[in-house]
């Protein structure tokens, strides 16, 4: 009998989770995306909240973060674990790690925008109008992130048919305009996290570990000849 799985995870994918969940009974743990502003301190609230949910009844738990700037580092579980095989939450997003790589390779300069991202503030402009302003002021705000995605071209929409489509495509819209980039939108599914929550977990997508094992940095990298494989594939 399959051990019963229990969920840690960002924000940013409370969403999508939850649409896959639906009415089931899976224990879900949503953690604010707030996490993310000091990676190095990241491991422990959700090690904690990993603690909560096994106590809560679960065997196993699933953790919805990538590597995060490496703020998954350490986390383990008396249970084992299983996670995304991602750097972050967009390979999760666009489907899979391997569209992220293929992606990638097409359009290196990309800023993508989800539900998830706005909900929680995560989009350029909101991060100059509530971060960067009340800190540099206006004028070296603006200056100094047009400078942070000099490099970048595009502002692309994750459509997953999750909330309100048409507001989150004008604020992606919003986002171009203001930094003299390209629209795109992309339409996307839910399949990366039916398979997070229902299984089956592939290698080159999800990472597992025993009881107590902790994750390490290697673990989210994928080879050369893996992303020549995937950014090549159909």
């Known amino acids: 009998?399959?051990?019963?799985?229990?969920?840690?995870?960002?924000?940013?994918?409370?969403?999508?989770?939850?649409?896959?969940?639906?009415?089931?009974?899976?224990p879900l743990k949503i953690l604010e995306y707030a996490l993310h502003e000091k990676p190095k301190e990241m491991a422990a609230p959700?090690?904690?909240?990993?603690?909560?949910?096994l106590d809560a009844g679960a065997e196993r738990v699933a953790v919805g973060y990538g590597l995060c700037s490496n703020g998954t580092v350490g986390?383990?579980?008396?249970g084992g674990l299983t996670m995304?095989?991602?750097?972050?939450?967009?390979?999760?997003?666009?489907g899979s790690p391997a569209r992220y790589m293929k992606m990638f390779s097409a359009n290196p300069g990309t800023?993508?925008?989800?539900?998830?991202?706005?909900?929680?503030?995560?989009?350029?402009?909101s991060n100059v109008e509530n971060r960067y302003v009340p800190r540099l002021g206006e004028k070296k705000a603006w200056k100094a992130v047009k400078m942070e995605i000099a490099g970048y071209r595009y502002f692309c929409l994750i459509n997953n048919g999750l909330g309100d489509?048409?507001?989150?495509r004008r604020r992606t819209m919003e986002n171009a305009r203001a930094f003299g980039k390209e629209?795109?939108?992309?339409?996307?599914?839910?399949?990366?996290?039916?398979?997070?929550?229902?299984?089956?977990?592939?290698?080159?997508?999800?990472?597992?570990?025993?009881?107590?094992?902790?994750?390490?940095?290697?673990?989210?990298?994928?080879?050369?000849?893996?992303f020549a494989a995937a950014a090549g594939g159909s």
Not at 46 to 53: C, G, L, Q, S, Y
């Open 165 to 168: 489509v048409d507001r989150l």
């Open 183 to 226: 629209f795109m939108e992309v339409q996307a599914d839910l399949s990366y996290f039916k398979a997070f929550v229902d299984g089956p977990w592939p290698e080159q997508d999800f990472v597992h570990l025993g009881p107590g094992e902790k994750v390490e940095g290697d673990f989210f990298y994928h080879s050369p000849e893996t």
């Open 46 to 53: 959700i090690n904690r909240a990993v603690e909560e949910i």
């Open 1 to 26: 009998m399959a051990a019963k799985l229990g969920i840690v995870a960002c924000d940013v994918i409370a969403g999508e989770l939850e649409a896959v969940i639906g009415g089931r009974d899976i």
């Open 75 to 78: 986390v383990c579980s008396r």
């Open 84 to 94: 995304p095989r991602c750097h972050d939450c967009i390979s999760m997003l666009l």
């Open 111 to 125: 800023l993508y925008v989800t539900d998830g991202w706005l909900r929680n503030g995560g989009d350029t402009l």
